[in-house]
């Protein structure tokens, strides 16, 4: 059986969570908008689940709109803050691409990163002006695992408020955060000091196409897919209690797990690194400020297509950087942020990490790189 070690991309849905979710798609199949018994007990299971998820990140139930999907959430984050209060959208060179291509649409500054992935504050502090209403930071980056400053941020935002308030300035200033790769760490919103926050089911072993986007009370947005009214009127559609299901149960189980996980991640994360650099391995991103379960890491000459090629052909599955860059055939922007050539960048593995990846995982990917290097 193969190494599968591109957990950043995709996990499977776990049997806890697709035992959960089979009733919904048979006897529980009712439209939960419908006014008779059947669809008002799935409306009220609609509630729960949504009072469930609001639970785990310290949040009230008013303020989880369920999307398909995080690249939905993002687009509503953003294109919902700037459709409601107008102004422009500041975010990182490192975001994901449902949040970089907004910028093609939006007035926007991009930040750039340091060469270790990670967003410079007083950078940030000079660029904000009176005509900015949103920043948008990734928690995680998904290509680099590097961990953002986002206490720092919202510190800064509050900080700016302030002075706002003082001067009359009566456009606000939110702050945006993607926690797709965060399962692993703290996602409580309040102590990461956020307005808005994107969770993606299909990163922690729920179900694709599923999501959730935090939106602090008080806040408007602009819809971005108008018909029914469901959601709160954020987003029409017939929910899919089948999904949102996966999606709570998933997000419960990752909370419970998130600790021990996060320590066991993070020692085969020490032994894979430690390995990888006696190979000549460059890795990549911040050696303090990581995720436990990404690796990217640069083998200089070496063409990293051919190398995910052949370590498929060795039984191990891994990923030269975003399954959505790759699928595009596009260079990363995040790896050419960090200062990497074209080149270079041609040259990246991402490793990622999940709960069936063991220490013998990690011994097979080295023999199979070691070999593939060395021949």
């Given at each position: 059986m193969a190494v599968y070690l591109d957990y950043a991309a995709a996990t499977p849905v776990d049997k806890t969570v697709l035992a959960a979710m089979m009733p919904y798609y048979s006897e529980k199949f009712y439209n939960p908008s419908?006014?008779?018994l059947a669809a008002r007990e799935c409306r009220i299971e609609l509630e729960d689940f949504r009072a469930r998820t609001a639970k785990v990140i310290g949040a009230s139930r008013n303020e989880i709109v369920f999307c398909a999907g995080a690249s939905e959430a993002n687009n509503l984050a953003l294109n919902g803050v700037v459709g409601a209060y107008g102004g422009n959208v500041i975010s990182s060179a490192i975001e994901h691409d449902s949040?970089?291509?907004?910028?093609?649409?939006?007035?926007?500054?991009?930040?750039?990163?340091?060469?270790?992935?990670?967003?410079?504050?007083?950078?940030?502090?000079s660029r904000i002006d009176d005509q900015v209403s949103l920043i948008s930071v990734a928690h995680i980056s998904n290509e680099l695992g590097v961990v953002q400053p986002l206490n720092a941020v919202s510190e800064l935002v509050a900080e700016v408020r302030k002075d706002r308030q003082k001067r009359g300035v009566k456009l606000p200033l939110l702050l945006h955060t993607d926690a797709s790769q965060s399962l692993y760490l703290d996602v409580h919103v309040s102590r990461l000091g956020v307005d808005l926050m994107t969770i993606s089911g299909g990163k922690m072993y729920g179900p694709k196409q599923s999501a959730a986007l935090y939106v602090r009370a008080g806040i408007v947005l602009t819809p971005q897919i108008v018909g029914g009214g469901q959601e709160f009127g954020l987003r029409a559609g017939t929910e899919s209690l089948a999904q949102i299901c996966g999606f709570t149960t998933a997000l419960e189980l990752a909370n419970k797990r998130a600790q021990l996980e996060n320590r066991r991640l993070s020692d085969l994360r020490a032994i894979f690194v430690n390995n990888l650099e006696n190979l000549g391995g460059q890795v990549l991103g911040h050696e303090k400020y990581h995720t436990p379960h990404i690796v990217s890491v640069r083998f200089s000459g070496f063409d990293n297509e051919r190398l995910v090629m052949e370590l498929d052909e060795a039984g191990v599955q891994v990923a030269s950087g975003s399954a959505c860059k790759a699928s595009s055939g596009e260079s990363s922007t995040v790896l050419k942020a960090i200062g990497l050539s074209e080149k270079e960048a041609g040259e990246v593995l991402r490793f990622s990490f999940g709960l069936m990846t063991t220490e013998e995982h990690i011994s097979q990917a080295i023999l199979a790189l070691t070999k593939i290097l060395r021949d």
């Open positions: 419908a006014i008779y949040v970089i291509k907004n910028h093609n649409l939006l007035p926007r500054q991009q930040l750039t990163v340091d060469k270790k992935g990670r967003l410079n504050i007083t950078n940030l502090k």
